[in-house]
């Protein structure tokens, strides 16, 4: 019983890691060379990368699925971006969209880009 009890603490204890060190934490920046990665807003989710929901919460944004929660700080951040206006310059391209169950990676080959 007592070993049940520990291996159920460890497994409650891992997966409440898991969740905080993959949080989508973004900051943006004002200049392209202090960011991570530069994003560029698609008009449609068919021309985009990667479909991105803002959370309310940033214990929402959790994973590497879209679900971004933008922090004040650079500090905070677990990647920071830069907006650019063109798509050729850009290095991911996303579209914002309104359901947190919309978001998610149409190119899989740019996942690494935000982990």
């Known amino acids: 019983m007592k070993k049940l009890c520990v291996s159920i603490l460890i497994i409650f204890c891992a997966v409440l890691m ?9 900051f943006s920046c004002d200049s392209k060379y202090d960011a991570d990665v530069k994003v560029y807003v698609a008009d449609s989710k068919y021309d985009a990368d990667l479909s991105v929901y803002k959370c309310s919460s940033q214990y929402d944004a959790t994973g ?3 679900l971004w929660f933008f922090v004040s700080s650079k500090y905070d951040a677990n990647k920071k971006i830069f907006f650019v206006d063109s798509k050729y310059d850009a290095d991911l391209i996303i ?6 169950y919309d978001a998610g990676w149409r190119t899989n080959s740019k996942k690494q880009l935000m982990y």
């Open 18 to 26: 898991v969740g905080k060190a993959e949080a989508q934490k973004v």
């Open 64 to 66: 590497n699925e879209g």
């Open 95 to 100: 579209y914002f969209v309104d359901s947190k």
